[in-house]
């Protein structure tokens, strides 16, 4: 330890990072700090530049298991080694094995935890007991019903759905676009709604439509930093959202954030109804 200096302040303090592997057109980093809390640090890094436009192959691209894990080796070089794939539809493309694969391959390659987007929803829902859900995506409807598809591999039935049909630009999207695009998503049935697409901002919706809405939503970016910080025992800031206050209080009062499925309450299930599979966790 370095001596302390008369009149100087000892430190740097010791800070937590989680590192973050995101497609190249990723726009909002700045959404995603601002989940976590003052003592966490996001070590990002993209993926190569692609000259396409988001399809179901553009995802596949994005998703390439040596692309993605030439990013994990990158931000594991430093404190990370909680990581992080920010992509849903790269981490759905090929359904729940290929979701699954992923994962493996983070931790293969020196992540002590990886999670994906997708698989963080997953786990999101599986931690509330939710079984049914409608979906909102900014994607054609092709990439859509992928999303639809590796839910309903998880037990998780899609009651309803709307998407924006964009192939570009999803950043650009407004609030007013996207609250009623979750507002045609949502139906009487569904118990969350799910909002795919950590390019398609939600933090300030999130709270507001639950209000409205009398029901969860749950966002890509909410979902992975949430899920990230769990590893790391640590809990997310997002004023009025249900999943970051539900888990929370359950929490500090029971199993800690880290501990594994055994010990995370999973859907229980209704009659007739399959509980939430939850996800590949990474880790020994």
Request: proline content about 7%.
């Amino acid at each position: 330890m370095a001596p302390e200096v008369q009149g100087l302040p000892s430190g740097p303090p010791i800070r937590a990072a989680i590192g973050v592997v995101t497609p190249f057109d990723m726009e909002l980093d700045a959404e995603l700090w601002r989940w976590l809390p003052g003592d966490v640090d996001l070590l990002m890094t993209r993926t190569p530049f692609l000259d396409d436009v988001v399809t179901v192959e553009f995802a596949r691209e994005v998703a390439e298991t040596s692309v993605v894990t030439d990013g994990v080796r990158r931000v594991t070089a430093g404190r990370a080694d909680v990581v992080l794939y920010a992509c849903t539809s790269g981490s759905f493309v090929r359904g729940r094995a290929g979701q699954e694969d992923l994962v493996r391959a983070m931790t293969d390659v020196g992540a002590r935890e990886a999670v994906t987007s997708s698989g963080a929803i997953v786990e999101a829902l599986s931690v509330l007991g939710i079984t049914r859900v409608s979906t909102a995506t900014p994607y054609t409807p092709s990439l859509s019903l992928l999303l639809e598809s590796f839910l309903h591999e998880y037990g998780v039935t899609v009651t309803g759905s709307a998407e924006l049909g964009l192939d570009g630009r999803i950043w650009e999207v407004p609030y007013a676009q996207t609250a009623e695009l979750i507002r045609r998503a949502n139906t009487p049935a569904a118990e969350v709604v799910v909002v795919s697409c950590t390019n398609l901002p939600t933090y300030d919706l999130i709270a507001p439509l639950e209000a409205e809405l009398g029901k969860p939503i749950i966002t890509a970016n909410q979902a992975i930093v949430w899920a990230g910080l769990r590893r790391l025992a640590k809990f997310a800031n997002g004023e009025g959202q249900t999943l970051l206050r539900t888990t929370a209080n359950r929490e500090q009062s029971g199993p800690g954030p880290t501990e594994r499925y055994p010990l995370l309450p999973l859907a229980a299930g209704r009659v007739g109804e399959s509980a939430v599979t939850p996800p590949v966790l990474s880790g020994p």
